[in-house]
């Protein structure tokens, strides 16, 4: 097993532990990526029912500092557009470029589907309003660039 693998277990671990309802996870920042040292957080979107609530928590986790953001099915959507409309995009990028960990009923597949959707119309506005800022090749794995 390798470190992104292992990693992922241990979000998929995290999960099944602390949100038994949960409808899904994604691992993303540097875990996701196969960056991540000893020493990295993981970073976990939760998808939750819609009973659950939106929100973000940091903990330790087997010894781990884990970051997670939970939002509720039913949010995603104005959350993607308040994430989108800061340009920020922590959790779009996450649904949209992160590591799959749980995904029982094909909700997690949707929400990333519909991620890459917000953030490539964010692109395509972007593209016909202002000039790029990013460098040549500094693009996401989405194939837009990385500070859209």
Do not use: K
């Amino acid at each position: 097993m390798n470190d992104q693998e292992s990693l992922a277990t241990h979000a998929s671990r995290l999960v099944a532990a602390l949100f038994p309802d949960a409808l899904g996870a994604v691992l993303g920042g540097s875990a996701a990526q196969g960056r991540a040292t000893a020493t990295s957080d993981l970073d976990v979107a939760v998808l939750l029912p819609d009973s659950g609530t939106t929100g973000r928590e940091v903990i330790r986790h087997e010894g781990r500092p884990v970051e997670l953001f939970l939002t509720a099915l039913a949010d995603v959507p104005e959350f993607f557009a308040w994430d989108s409309a800061r340009r920020r995009g922590t959790v779009l990028f996450i649904y949209a470029e992160g590591l799959p960990v749980l995904d029982p009923h094909g909700h997690v597949a949707r929400t990333c589907a519909q991620a890459r959707a917000v953030l490539a119309a964010r692109c395509a506005r972007r593209r016909t309003s202002s000039p790029p800022t990013t460098t040549p090749g500094r693009v996401s794995a989405g194939g837009c660039p990385a500070d859209c």
